[in-house]
């Protein structure tokens, strides 16, 4: 079912807090028998919501957290839900008979885990290691005077991106290409800059790539930028016009 | 080298979810609410201060938001709204109350705007700012008079007849503005063509 375009009207007027009470509270009756005009209402609202998150954080002040503690230490602990109360699951009842494991199949078990727990400590140091680099690097960024951002198109048909993302661009040139989300598991971002239109016969070069979610680049000379990803289903999957 | 992708999705995947937090916060945990001061806090403050243009009542309204996070954690249904939404939505009509108490909104919506260089950031291990960027780059991609219209409806919480006597504009026009402003702008947060 497809809602009329005076119901989405009305919605985003709700959304807005613009409609008169009565006018609200006739369509909140309509909104607590449908689903699907209450979750078109939630999402106008998350849209109108998002707005504040841009608008950079601010610190706040010294001793704000301690202030907070106490003020909940004041009125009370938040309501507690009980924990669940009732049989445990049938899986969890049932005995387990004992079994007895072979010397040998215990401590090849063991090395295998242990293995696997040093491989994954590492994948997790680097992962969470990238992470943090790129949030380094994405707030240093938005403390820098005069940043511009360009928002990527996304190329019709083009899989495995979610939200095609945006270029920031400094004053000095210095550019970089922002994902919301790293690379699709088959492969990296590929970033390449274009030095003129496509009638005008300019050059495609690459410029980076990526496992995570940002290509640091220079912009001085690029016309356009496109990002790209690897594999038969990949290719240009973005692209911006550089101001 | 090549699940390098994936392994990424799962790490952020394991950072313990707002929702996962606040159900935390409901169980009594001051860890998981001070994880999530730490996560949203600055956020909140920019927005209030945003709204007030001023750095005291901005701190108040945080400390009664994440007052009401508290109280009532056990009610928050991240399936009808995300945690920033919900706060936001909190220290707005925190901060609406307010407004309308005072004769005036704050003169300029520049004394007020973190987002020129003078306002010093923080950005905290916590806080990820590719919502942040995103916003912008959506935001962005409005006219000026949609993006001016939208953002004195929200920060300053006017109604159309103050919006159309502020702006000099028919009432119908604001009306039909704004709607337009917040349909355009949730399709670019989608990732949507122009």
Redesign the interface.
Known sequence: MSIEPRM??LL??H????LEPEAARRLEAELAASPELRAEA????????????????????PG??E???A??RE?G?????PAPVGPAPAAARRPTPPRRRPLALALALSLLLLALSLGWGT??YR??A???HE?AV??YW??V?GM????L??VDGAPG??????V?LLPDGRAMV?Q?????????YVLYGLTGDSAGGGERVPLGQT???LIEFHADGLQAVELALPGPAGGVVARAALP | MAAYGRVVYQAVAETPSDAQLVASVAQGSDEALRALFERHGGSVTALARRMLGDRQEAEEILQDTFLSLHRHAAEFDGRRATLRTYLFAIARNLCLSRLRKRASRPRSARDADPHRASFQAAVGVNHDPLPGILVRGALARLSDADRELLEAAFYGGYSHSELAELHGLPLGTVKSRLRRALGKLRTYLDGGPA
Request: with cysteine; proline share 12%; net charge negative.
């Open positions: 989405l009207e985003a007027d959304a807005l807090d613009l939630e999402a106008l609202r998350g849209t109108l919501y998002a707005i504040p998150a841009g608008l950079e954080p601010q610190a706040p002040a704000a957290w202030a907070l503690l003020r909940t009125t602990t938040a309501p507690v839900r994948v997790q992962t969470a990238l992470h943090l949030q994405v707030a938005m403390r005077p511009k951002v360009v928002p198109q996304a991106v979610v939200h095609p993302g945006v920031c922002l919301p989300h790293p690379a699709p598991a088959d492969g990296d496992r995570g979610t």
